[in-house]
């Protein structure tokens, strides 16, 4: 379980980084946006950072799928940014959406195991999970719901989140 939880969280970082680099890359010479967007994507290189951490810790095999979770997460931003500023937060809402679910699933897992090794585990992942809401927070903030087919484009980013989740966690 915890070689599952570490491996799909290091995937899914490294894929967050890059949707913020993909959306900067687009949306980056407007200097609001620019500072919104780094200081997301600032967040989420300390996430990858303690999740690459944890994939040394505890001695687990990354995901063969890294470098599609780098190259996908890029696309996705530049995509999603492309569409224009509403769309790009809309693709944070449902990035985030989901994977606040996630952290939230692993973490009621982890209190299950009374094991005080994890209690590192069990913290960075609740920290990462309140900061993934705050990143939900703010794409309701500037305009997620107003974009074009806002839940067509919600429900098809949320899903390939999950799909990538299942799929990182047994490759």
């Known amino acids: ?19 913020y680099k993909g959306q900067m890359a687009v949306l980056g010479r407007d200097p609001q946006l620019r500072k919104l967007l780094t200081h997301m994507r600032d967040q ?5 950072e303690i999740m690459d951490k944890h994939v040394r810790d505890f001695c687990v095999r ?4 890294l470098p599609l979770a780098a190259a996908g997460g890029y696309m996705l931003g530049m995509v999603t ?25 692993q973490l009621r897992d982890l209190h299950q195991l009374k094991y005080p090794e994890l209690d590192e585990l069990k913290r960075t992942i609740a920290k990462c ?12 903030e500037h305009g997620a719901k107003l974009a074009p087919l806002h839940e067509l ?8 989140c999950s799909l990538a989740i299942w799929v990182c966690e047994r490759i």
């Open 1 to 19: 379980m915890i070689d599952r939880f570490v491996r799909v969280n290091q995937a899914g970082e490294t894929a967050a980084v890059t949707i």
């Open 44 to 48: 989420e290189v300390v996430h990858l």
């Open 62 to 65: 990354p995901t063969l799928l």
């Open 81 to 105: 940014a492309m569409l224009g500023v509403e769309s790009a937060m809309t693709c944070t809402e449902a990035v985030e959406t989901r994977i606040g679910n996630h952290y939230n699933d």
């Open 129 to 140: 999970r309140d900061e993934e809401l705050e990143h939900l927070e703010t794409a309701l």
């Open 153 to 160: 484009q919600f429900e098809f980013v949320k899903g390939g």
